[in-house]
């Protein structure tokens, strides 16, 4: 798809181009791919899966998002939607890999308002400072997997506490305190603030393979 008509469908929501993909024109898939494309490699580095691992997972998500998207009823945002099946992915990959499941937390406290970056995620933005993006990526690994995914969650991508409750399926309070322990340990190692697209960023290279392999997949499964 060039950048033209890419621009042009940029204005359509989720849900426009949904509905066009379900009537026949399924290339503008293509448009959903690159549109989450950043969100969902934050989330399968944030479980803490690699480079490779993380862009199969996506890959698995967006094909089997696409041949389910006739069940989607809208009672939640397509975001968020496709959110939960890319966690539900990095959850039974682990499962096979005999990973730990996540534990809970009990104890509630508020969630402090101030966000810990000042700026949402611009995904078009070239990733400048490797180092840094190294340290943040480092620190957020030796972050227990459910303050990293809360965070990742939150503050990579934008969710609200009620989003990211329901795709981690844990209540509000748990989102707020997991957030809130998230964010000291953190901070015991950073002096600045910093935006969150220094952190986990997806290539545009990357993101022309990712739509390049799910397009194919989708076109093979649907020819057989």
């Known amino acids: ?7 042009h469908f940029a204005q359509y929501t989720d849900q426009n181009i ?7 024109d399924t290339q503008l898939y293509e448009i959903i791919i690159r ?5 969902l490699y934050k989330i399968g580095k944030g479980y803490g899966y690699g480079h490779e691992d993380t862009q199969d997972l996506m890959q698995e998500t967006y094909v089997s998002t696409y041949f389910n998207l006739h069940n989607f009823e809208g009672r939640a945002t397509f975001k968020t939607w ?23 937390v ?20 070239t990733l400048m400072n490797k180092e840094f993006r190294n340290i943040v ?3 957020l690994h030796k972050i227990p997997e459910e303050y990293r995914l809360v965070f990742t969650l939150r503050e990579l991508n934008g969710f609200s506490v ?14 707020k305190v997991r957030l809130n322990r998230a964010k000291t340990m ?20 990357y993101c022309d393979r990712i739509v390049e392999r799910v397009m194919t997949k989708i076109n093979i499964k649907t020819f057989y």
């Open 137 to 139: 990526e480092n620190a």
């Open 35 to 39: 549109r989450y494309n950043p969100l």
């Open 162 to 175: 009620a989003e990211a409750a329901e795709i981690l399926a844990i209540s509000e309070s748990n989102v």
């Open 18 to 24: 949904i509905q066009k993909v379900l009537n026949g």
């Open 82 to 104: 496709l959110a939960k099946i890319m966690l539900n992915y990095c959850y039974h990959k682990k499962q096979k890999l005999s990973f730990k499941n996540e534990i809970p």
């Open 186 to 205: 953190l901070r015991s190692q950073m002096e600045k603030m910093y935006a969150p697209e220094d952190i986990f960023e997806f290539n545009l290279i």
């Open 1 to 7: 798809m060039n950048k033209t008509l890419n621009e």
């Open 106 to 125: 009990s104890q509630f406290t508020a969630e402090q308002s101030k966000p810990m970056f000042p700026s949402p995620v611009n995904n078009e933005r």
